[in-house]
């Protein structure tokens, strides 16, 4: 490539002049190609330490002139042939201009000024990619791509200096960080390190400093232990390889792709080496930080942020710490945590009248969320079960008039005697209110509300019920989104009333099981608003959809807000607040268990080990975060948790789950089975009591199961709160991210094994491939598929994995993802003829037609060319010549020839049925046939139809049927397979071709194809003479198979009056055609020749012999362009009989009347031993696939750089 002119002072230091004349020097850097000894070593050790651009480009153009000691680099090159290039166009083009000029000065001015209208004009029709990545990190990435062999869609992030341990050798060298990759890369000496690591498949990553490590980055995948040391940075190194692993994990769980933000602040100056991709993860990083700190929208971008302070009017201070800016909100932290929070919205809004005063100065108007207007409880129907009646039915219905739209459950259905009737209780309530509305008074009511430790405290002593509902909007941050989004929620019961898909059928299954104690959920008004959110949040968000536990955690929300509200509530749930607790696998509750289960081991050593050994943290913590205590504890001390929860998120539930434990240490240490621990705390937490609570009492289901003779001491929610801040406050949201997405590795690449090993079970057993090669063939195919995420697909593939769906197939790959797998794992290579067979393969996989083929379909493909005898392989390779695995494009004819085997379908069953039999467990071979039968138009085709549209609900039945079908004995046999016409024949011989090109034996297969094509052309001849014997339509071979065959007699006859010479093509092939029997089939024909070529006593002839009769007498067509054969001549003719006339085909012509059985093809075959050794031959795929590995590989090998004898 053409380079700006830079000065070179030392032109020969490490270089090596090849090539000179008066203006320019060509370079080759020393060490590079051939020889170099010694100082070559050298020479790449500095190159790869220093990093040197001389790694890309070893060859360089200089420009001199005679009388200066200044060289400028005008060129460089990666190869011999590109700077070859750019020396020609230099002298064919400058040289004569340059000997014109009288001035050296004028020379080196003429040719700058060349070298940048070069590089102008190149760059002219280059369209600019958004952020321009700095020079120096281009080279780099230029780098990355040619060591690690990466394509251009794999874009580099960062790379940084540091040593890789090999063993207790450290092998200095640079480490790259892609966006899908971890790659690093060392030469010192002659000896070269490359590794590459996928970031989805790292299982841990952590920071530690050992004796053995200084401080060092820990990478572990399943296979291999990576140490990374001596950074410069090794916390700006660690925290970016967390950002891309944590990408990688949200592409397994999700399938989630990377897509770079364009739309990036413009630096106001260019950084050096810091690429666009960085600055775009570090905005991400902040943006993320941002968004949890003050609960704001998912959508919400940080513009900035700066140190200042806040004056504060509670306590007339200026607080310092920092002010973060984004679109919609400006916001403050302190820099003492809980000294003072602030968010101000910048939406406009006509201020509401507050009981507290807010300073004036602020931008945004304040929201008081209890004046918002709503029918008071006056409004509402004294008797709420009445209005139970126009809800019974799912008809649409405005959502304004429904009770729950205005007000929470609890106030339709609590009794109607004051507060102050309630005595102690109710004097407590009244406090808190008071109590509260002071606060209100001094720090503000509404968004704008100063958070302090005030704030905290008054939390902690517990919200009063008249403002639960209200203070859980705010805190969760739901209360923004509900104010920008108006009309959302309506909009969404509307569109999702009706609708029926999985998610609406378990949600109804769990409807009447959410706080069935409840009077509330005792009655249809309560189940109805239950239904509408649930199901309006499935429709919003159908990736979760529905997970059990989410009817528990949104009854309760109901129970203190409106439906809006609590739709809200739980969008902040769901989405922020417990990040993926909802999805179908648990998974966010599956990382907080392994946070719980590592701060037991920190907090609580001694009880640690036990509780490992009972196995009971993982039976108790997915049930406690779930629902938020709200299942396993009385609901009036459960939401003064949640009350904490809102405030301060996950570190609340995981401080009470340890002083649950610590409180039990003595019993559980006494446990000795899981049962007897769960007992203990089950009965512990069923004595968890409010005792302020104004609420009437409400029967706790869990604790009728567990009640004992002696029940325990109760214990009151808010000492127990006042505990697990006292002894576990040390807890930070920091610490919690951190070891969060250490967890998250673990478990999802624990799901993903999981995931493995049942699909590898779902694998029929024989299939042939061992649990290893499935496993292995699993891993390769994984790659597959999400590589094509990496580089350019991520939007089709997005789409087409579902993680809801079974695992099996979660991953799928379409045709080129299949083609370059089959390329590099079949056993049936073929030349350049291996795309054109891939791609007939993937269309007789693709039993559905949606252009996507899953794993056992994959497997199913494969076992079939490498598993199983002659007959079974030999039947794959016939069906992939035969629709629909031919296509129209590959062959002119390939539709009529489709049409021509399926004409008279109602006779028999459909031949094309059996496509697919090799593919599908024996049980199932007569399933499809008989579906077939049933009819495109059938009522379960239907059904299917609906319900992938998700206009209709499934029918189970037709799942059953299929699988009662699939139970079913069957027995298919090879006579099911439809026959072959000439053209499809012609294809299958040129396929064969392709495949012994590569062979060993490749001159005996050759011959002994040609023999056997020569055979079976005769024999289609023959067969189709017996057509015209008996005066039938021209393309009517398939419907021949209706007819039975001739009597037994009749063979035994015509085999009797064969001569002695039996292995005579002319009788194999015709037999005597003037005998006057009964005219045979073809199949009857070569059921004698089948007979003779698997060694029946009436074969005299050797197979030596027999070949070389056979070769004498081949059909013209495999001589005129259409095979590639050296046996055949030119002027061959069919000689059938006596009454036959010599019939020569024109290159081109095909005669449609044509046709071959596979039975016939199976039997020519058997005459040849070689043939038959070559197809049973084994092949073992283990070889193969540590080949196609080759991505996640890790070696360490000698380099181009490294000499057999070191010179001077």
Request: net charge negative; hydrophobic share 35%; proline share 5%.
């Amino acid at each position: 490539m053409w380079l700006s002119p830079e000065e070179v002072l030392v032109a020969n230091a490490l270089w090596v002049t090849e090539r000179a004349n008066p203006f320019f020097v060509l370079q080759r850097r020393r060490g590079h190609g051939k020889g170099g000894g010694l100082t070559g070593l050298l020479v790449g050790t500095l190159d790869v330490v220093l990093d040197s651009s001389a790694r890309v480009a070893p060859y360089r153009i200089l420009h001199q002139t005679q009388d200066s000691q200044i060289y400028w680099t005008v060129a460089c090159g990666s190869s011999r042939k590109e700077i070859t290039k750019h020396w020609e166009w230099l002298e064919n083009n400058l040289l004569q201009t340059l000997s014109i000029f009288d001035s050296e000065e004028d020379i080196t001015t003429f040719v700058k000024g060349k070298i940048h209208g070069i590089i102008a004009e190149e760059n002219k029709n280059l369209q600019p990619q958004g952020d321009e990545d700095p020079g120096k990190f281009k080279e780099a990435e230029l780098k990355m791509r040619k060591q690690f062999g990466m394509p251009e869609g794999e874009k580099l992030v960062n790379y940084y200096s540091c040593s890789y341990w090999k063993g207790r050798v450290p092998r200095q060298g640079w480490l790259y960080l892609t966006v899908n990759h971890l790659c690093f890369y060392s030469f010192l000496l002659g000896k070269e390190v490359n590794l590459v690591v996928q970031w989805v498949d790292i299982t841990r990553l952590e920071k530690n400093a050992t004796l053995l490590f200084p401080e060092s980055i820990h990478v572990e995948t399943r296979d291999q232990e990576l140490f990374f040391s001596m950074f410069l940075n090794i916390g700006e190194t660690f925290k970016l390889m967390e950002q891309l692993a944590n990408l990688a994990m949200r592409q397994l769980l999700d399938s989630e792709g990377f897509l770079e933000d364009k739309a990036l602040p413009r630096p106001i100056r260019p950084h050096r080496n810091i690429s666009a991709l960085k600055r775009d993860l570090d905005a991400r990083a902040k943006n993320e930080c941002y968004r949890a700190t003050f609960r704001l929208p998912r959508d919400e971008q940080l513009d900035g942020h700066t140190g200042c302070t806040l004056w504060t009017p509670f306590n007339k201070l200026h607080i310092p710490g920092q002010m973060f800016i984004s679109n919609n909100y400006i916001c403050f932290a302190s820099k003492e945590e809980d000294a003072c929070h602030l968010i101000i919205p910048l939406r406009e809004k006509t201020p509401s009248k507050q009981p507290g005063g807010i300073v004036g100065s602020r931008k945004a108007s304040v929201v008081d969320p209890s004046t918002e207007s709503s029918p008071s409880p006056q409004e509402v129907s004294e008797q709420p079960t009445s209005l139970a009646s126009p809800l019974n039915s799912h008809q649409s219905f405005c959502v304004q008039e429904v009770p729950t739209a205005s007000q929470g459950l609890l106030k339709l259905f609590q009794k109607n005697s004051p507060v102050e009737d309630l005595g102690a209780k109710g004097a407590k309530e009244k406090m808190k209110e008071e109590s509260w509305h002071i606060h209100f008074f001094e720090y503000g009511r509404g968004v704008c509300m100063y958070r302090t430790a005030k704030t905290r405290a008054l939390v902690l002593k517990g919200i009063p019920e008249s403002l639960r509902g209200e203070l859980w909007l705010l805190f969760s941050g739901a209360w923004n989104e509900m104010e920008t989004h108006p009309g959302y929620y309506t909009e969404l019961v509307e569109k999702s009333t009706g609708k029926y898909s999985l998610a609406t059928e378990e949600i109804e299954r769990d409807l009447h099981r959410s706080m069935p104690e409840h009077p509330a959920f005792q009655n249809e008004l309560g189940i109805a608003a239950l239904r509408r959110v649930l199901t309006a949040y499935a429709f919003r968000n159908p990736t979760i959809g529905y997970c059990q536990a989410m009817n528990i955690v949104t009854s309760v929300l109901l129970l203190y807000g409106s439906e809006e509200e609590a739709f809200w509530l739980l969008v902040a749930l769901c989405e922020r607040m417990l990040p993926d607790y909802y999805n179908t696998r648990v998974v966010g509750a599956l990382v907080d268990q392994g946070i719980f289960e590592e701060l037991t081991r920190d907090f609580l050593p001694q009880l640690s080990e036990k509780m490992q050994d009972l196995g009971v943290i993982s039976s108790i913590s997915l049930s406690w975060f779930l629902t938020l205590f709200l299942s396993v504890m009385p609901f009036e001390s459960a939401v003064v948790i949640v009350d904490c929860f809102f405030y301060e998120g996950i570190k609340v539930i995981l401080q009470v789950a340890l002083a649950v434990l610590d409180a039990n240490m003595e019993q559980l240490l006494g446990c000795s089975d899981e049962g007897e621990a769960m007992t203990v705390l089950g009965r512990y937490l069923d004595n968890v009591v409010n005792k302020q609570s104004v609420s009437p009492p409400i029967p706790h289901l869990h604790a009728l199961l567990t009640s004992g003779d002696d029940p325990p001491a109760e214990v009151d929610i808010f000492e127990l709160l006042k505990v697990s801040y006292e002894k576990f406050s040390s807890l930070r949201a920091e610490d919690i991210e951190q070891m969060r997405f250490k967890q998250r590795l673990k478990v999802i690449q624990s799901l993903e094994d999981t995931a493995k090993r049942s699909v590898v079970r779902a694998i029929p057993v024989d299939i042939g491939f061992s649990i290893e090669e499935l496993e292995d063939l699993y891993m390769v195919f994984k790659a597959k598929h999400l590589a094509s995420q990496y580089w350019g697909c991520s939007r089709m593939v997005a789409s087409r994995r579902d993680p809801s769906l079974p695992y099996l197939e979660q991953y799928r790959i379409d045709a080129s993802q299949f083609q370059e797998l089959f390329a590099s794992l079949t056993p049936w290579a073929c030349g350049s003829h291996t795309p054109v067979l891939a791609g007939r393969m993937f269309r007789l996989l693709d039993k559905n037609k949606d252009l996507l083929i899953n794993f056992k379909e994959f497997v199913m493909g494969m076992s079939g060319m490498y598993h199983g005898d002659l007959t079974e392989k030999l039947k794959v390779l016939y069906k992939l010549h035969l629709p629909p695995a031919l296509s129209p494009e590959e062959a002119e004819s390939a539709l009529e020839a489709a049409h021509y085997f399926t004409e008279d379908s109602s006779s028999e069953a459909s031949p094309l049925a059996s496509d697919l039999d090799l593919f599908l467990p024996w049980e199932a071979q007569e399933a499809l046939p008989q579906e077939e039968q049933e009819g495109s138009g059938s009522e379960d085709v239907q059904e299917k139809k609906g319900e992938e549209k998700g206009t209709g609900s499934p029918d189970y039945r037709h799942y059953l049927r299929m699988w009662a079908k699939e139970k079913e004995v069957q027995k298919e046999t090879i006579k099911d397979l439809p026959k072959m016409n000439q053209e499809q024949f012609i294809e299958l011989c040129k396929t064969l071709y392709n495949m012994f090109s590569e062979d060993p034996m490749e001159q005996d297969l050759y011959h002994a194809i040609a023999t056997v094509a020569s055979l079976l052309l005769r024999i289609g001849e023959v067969g189709k003479k017996f057509s015209a014997r008996t005066v039938r339509k021209p393309r009517d071979c398939a419907t021949e198979e209706d007819e039975p065959p001739a009597p037994e007699p009749h063979q035994d006859t015509a085999r009797e009056r064969q001569p002695p010479a039996a292995g005579d093509p002319q009788a194999k092939g015709g037999g005597d055609m003037h005998l006057g029997k009964v005219p045979q089939e073809s199949q009857v024909v070569v059921e004698a020749g089948s007979g003779e070529g698997q060694g029946s006593p009436s074969q005299p002839l050797s197979d030596d012999e027999t070949k070389d009769d056979m070769s004498m007498s081949s059909y013209s067509v495999v001589s005129t362009g259409s095979l590639p054969c050296e046996d055949l001549a030119d002027d061959t003719v069919l000689v059938g009989g006596e009454a036959c006339s010599p019939t020569v085909r024109i290159g081109g012509t095909v005669d449609t009347d044509w046709c071959i059985s596979f039975e016939q093809i199976l039997a020519s075959i058997l005459t040849e031993s070689v043939l038959v050794n070559f197809f049973e031959k084994r092949v073992d795929i283990g070889l193969k696939i540590k080949d196609q590995k080759k991505v996640e590989r890790q070696f360490s090998t000698a380099s181009d750089h490294e000499q057999p004898g070191v010179s001077g």
